[in-house]
């Protein structure tokens, strides 16, 4: 018998020693607060909690270690602390998507009980376990070093609520998160809920011979097995291109190691997983394709008749390209080659799907497209799309890497065949084995400029690996071609983009969509261009860079709004003033733009005087869209209370909107809010908010005006755009010691929002440039260990400065633009360039070794 105290109380157990203290708690203790980010990894600190007023991750200690203990999580907490701690975190903006949040704060209160008064280095040191994806950081530590202060002078941290645009919101539901009171969906309980779990393919290319299931089945507590003939629709599924199947049949051929072969539901996830385990397959071994430079001419063929090419864009613009490069003063080119890269939200994948009215399914999703996942589920299902009801959960980080369906379609089909609740979740290992991540780029690159330093053409040729399956690759290489030029105005272009289908894991949607790979090898090229000329490069880059009534690389003329000459003024001093330091420039479009018709639909109900419900279709996952929306109904009706609008997200309100990608989510639905506003404001000139309850406020905003790639006629690619300078400084011994990050925000609605939206995107940009890497060998991951990703911690943190730029853009909401994906586009270029003025070494692959 094991007996310890849990938050005061005297505890008891008896069942099995080598379970984890956070299964117990979780599963057992029902307290979801503490979080399982890395599987028992030990990686991540999301599970942290004090056991005997020490530090402990939960995940990794049996129930063994703990008798006699004394445990503490943030239930426990007094509650002035925990208010304390909260509030803290609140104020400064130190919860994103909040994931990760009640880690910190426990470490934070056990830290706070002996150091009153914590160095920003012994704030960094006792955060050294603790793993955050969105922040970078930065607003924790001001953050605790808040709560400190308050602690010591005993006073209470009053939250400010202003309501208005320009003014610093507090994050909504952002105390909720930190002390882990938010429901994640592996957080929910439903009665006689079920657990799923998913079998997946043991190569990344074979025939699926025979799926015996029989050991599984016979297992107690197993419920039902599935596989590819349990589907009732279509199988074959894909936010674009419908070649992903749900799950692999007999006699057909996998074609990476993340396909799924087959599901068991049981009454324990834990009886799940085991039974998987069960689960015998019979394969033909096959030879993968792995090389997507071999790809095109290669016999294997990843998908029959499609000759591995799943896309090619193409841009040509001005006079014949050898012409133009053999006459330039100067020519830089190069070889660039980067790397796969994993999302690392902190929150793994999981879906839970119950039956709904007579014969429908509703879903609890954590997804970046509400309506895009109900039309796909409904075609799994072979059912009206109106019997599907997904209801947007609260979102542990996205940065493109929840926008293709995993479990959701697997834990729909279960529940529409067993009428019961069903809830799938993947550990880390299955989320690093399954979902899309980051292209890896190979790309061919020649610049040239004049005497003057003006540049004159730039040839491109840019090869992706898209993996076994399209995801968004072909819009990801397609971007890359959009914006192959970076920054700068360049007269003359020939670029050319392919993705390719391998057996490697798929590739898609990641903060940045193809950009950052091109950014890097353009600011290479652009920092050679100033060394073979002796150019300054600061200079240089003013000169180059676009502005109004220049063209893109698609050869779209820009108008009002174009804020890159700004970003560079503002860093203009500090690039001076360093003695080693790199400079780039970014483009990154608002909007998906090239020809796609872009809906955005605003539902504002009022209930009651002191409750007002808005729906909209974007999904919350960090950035802080609900936040926004409240903030600008406010300004918009002169509602002083942000508290009572509750922000919704499900399809049942069909309030529709797109994937929640593209930097867009701000942007168009501000616009429909302000629409919608409009009456309220005008029903409020004569009526009470309380007279108005009942009353459902519409609007809708849309944009039909884009171009396709290639279109004959006026080029208008995308409806807006981010711009951005970062400045890399490098200390004596060639480490990052600061980064000035200058973007234009067009119009700041949240200055909290937007410094952590840059921070966070920095920091992600560090580690792509310097770090992070997902390695393959044969087709198979040579590490699923979350630790090895190379994702920055704490301990890596440089100095980090945030300017914002005010340039407004003509269509966006008060001239705002959307920040989420800008914040990361420039950094490994920057890095490469200060890299070089360090020890003149020119650098063509990421990540970058010193």
């Keep these: 018998m094991i007996r310890f105290t849990l938050n005061g109380i005297d505890k008891t157990f008896d069942g099995d020693q080598k379970l984890s203290l956070l299964a117990y708690l979780r599963e057992i203790g029902g307290i979801v607060s503490v979080k399982d980010g890395c599987s028992g990894q030990a990686a991540c600190g999301a599970c942290l909690l004090e056991v005997n007023a020490k530090p402990a991750l939960s995940c990794v200690t049996s129930m063994k270690k703990i008798n006699g203990a004394r445990i503490v999580t943030i239930e426990g907490f007094p509650e002035s602390l925990r208010q304390t ?49 969105c922040t970078g950081y930065v607003k924790i530590i001001e953050a605790i070093e808040l709560a400190a202060e308050q602690i010591r002078l005993k006073r209470e941290i009053k939250l400010a609520n202003p309501g208005r645009v320009g003014s610093r919101q507090p994050r909504y ?24 779990a998913l079998k997946f393919s043991d190569h990344p290319r074979a025939k699926v011979l025979k799926i015996d299931s029989f050991e599984a089945k016979k297992m107690n507590g197993v419920v039902r097995v599935f596989t590819a003939n349990d589907i009732p629709g279509e199988r074959y599924i894909g936010v674009i291109h419908q070649d992903w199947p749900v799950m692999i049949a007999e006699g057909e051929t996998t074609r990476y190691i993340g396909d799924v072969l087959a599901g068991v539901v049981a009454a324990s996830e834990a009886v799940a997983r085991k039974a998987v385990e069960l689960i015998t397959v019979d394969y033909e071994i096959l030879e993968p394709l792995t090389d997507v430079l071999a790809a095109e001419n290669s016999p294997i063929k990843v998908h029959p008749q499609s000759e591995n090419l799943l896309s090619s864009s193409s841009i040509q613009r001005g006079k014949d390209i050898d012409t133009v490069l053999k006459s330039s003063a100067h020519v830089a080119q190069g070889s ?6 994993e999302h690392g939200f902190l929150e793994t994948e999981a879906a839970i799907a119950l039956p709904w009215q007579s014969d429908g399914v509703e879903l609890y999703v954590q997804t970046q497209g509400v309506y895009e996942d109900q039309r796909q589920i409904a075609r799994i299902l072979s059912i009206s799309s109106d019997k599907i009801n ?7 980080g996205g940065f493109g890497g929840k926008e293709d369906l995993t479990v959701q379609g697997h834990a729909a089909v279960f529940s529409y065949h067993l009428k019961a609740p069903v809830k799938v979740r993947l550990s880390r290992e299955e989320s690093i084995r399954m979902h899309p991540k980051r292209h890896p780029f190979h790309m061919e690159y020649k610049l040239g400029c004049d005497e003057s ?65 091109v950014t890097f090898a353009m600011e290479s090229c652009v920092e050679e261009l100033c060394a073979q000329g002796d150019f300054d490069q600061w200079q240089f880059r003013y000169d180059n860079v676009l502005d109004t009534g220049t063209q893109t690389a698609t050869g ?22 360093a003695k080693y330091a790199g400079l780039a420039c970014g483009i990154k479009n608002c909007g998906i733009g090239n020809g796609v018709l872009e809906e955005c639909d605003v539902k504002i ?4 005087e002191d409750h007002i419900v808005l729906q909209h279709g974007w999904t919350e996952m960090g950035q802080g869209v609900d936040t926004v929306a409240q903030q600008i109904l406010c300004e918009e009706t002169g509602i002083e209370n942000p508290d009572i609008i509750e922000v919704e997200v499900s399809t049942e309100s069909k309030a529709r909107a797109g994937m929640t990608t593209a930097s867009r989510a701000t942007f168009q639905l501000g616009n429909a809010i302000i629409k919608a506003a409009r009456a309220i404001k005008e029903d409020l000139k004569e009526r009470r908010l309380q007279e108005l309850s009942g009353k ?15 279109e004959p006629g006026d080029v208008l690619t995308h409806y807006a755009y981010g711009y951005a300078t970062h400045l890399v400084v490098l200390d004596e011994d060639g480490q990052v010691d600061t980064v000035v990050a200058a973007h234009d925000g067009g119009r700041i609605i949240n200055p909290t929002l937007f410094e952590g939206q840059i921070e966070g995107a920095v920091v992600m940009g560090l580690g792509y440039a310097l770090s992070e890497e997902l390695p393959m060998e044969n087709g198979h991951l040579k590490t699923s260990h979350y630790a090895k990703l190379g994702i920055p911690r704490i301990k890596n943190l440089p100095q980090i400065v945030v300017k914002g730029v005010e340039i407004k853009d003509p269509l966006g909401p008060y001239g705002a633009k959307g920040v989420g994906e800008i914040g990361n586009i420039p950094t490994a270029g920057a890095v490469a360039n200060a890299l070089y003025q360090y020890d003149k070494v020119r650098r063509f692959q990421l990540p970058m070794k010193k």
């Design 85 to 133: 701690l909260g509030r803290a975190f609140v104020d400064k903006g130190a919860v994103q998507c909040g994931f990760c949040s009640p880690g910190f704060l426990s470490r934070a209160k056990i830290l706070l009980e002996t150091n009153s008064d914590p160095t920003r280095y012994e704030i960094i040191h006792a955060l050294r376990f603790n793993l955050c994806r």
């Design 173 to 196: 539901d952002a105390y909720a998160k930190a002390i882990g009171t938010s429901a994640f969906i592996d957080d929910m309980r439903f009665p006689n809920m079920l657990y799923g």
């Design 336 to 341: 660039y080659k980067t790397q796969r890269v």
């Design 390 to 396: 997904a209801i947007l959960a609260p979102t542990g």
């Design 453 to 517: 330093g003006r540049l004159t053409g730039l040839f491109a040729r840019i090869i992706g690996d898209t993996g076994a399956y399209a995801s968004l690759g072909a819009e990801v290489l397609e971007r890359a071609a959009g914006h192959a030029t970076g920054a700068y105005y360049v007269p003359n272009v020939d670029i050319k983009a392919k993705a390719l289908y391998t057996n490697n894991i798929p590739c898609g949607a990641m903060r940045g969509f193809g950009v950052n790979q």
């Design 556 to 577: 779209q003329i820009l108008g009002e709004g174009v804020g890159l000459k700004a970003t560079l003024l503002a860093v203009k001093d500090e690039f001076y003033r």
């Design 605 to 608: 109900g009022i209930k009651s």
């Design 696 to 710: 459902v406020y519409t609007a809708k905003w849309m944009c039909d005006w884009t171009t396709k790639l290639g």
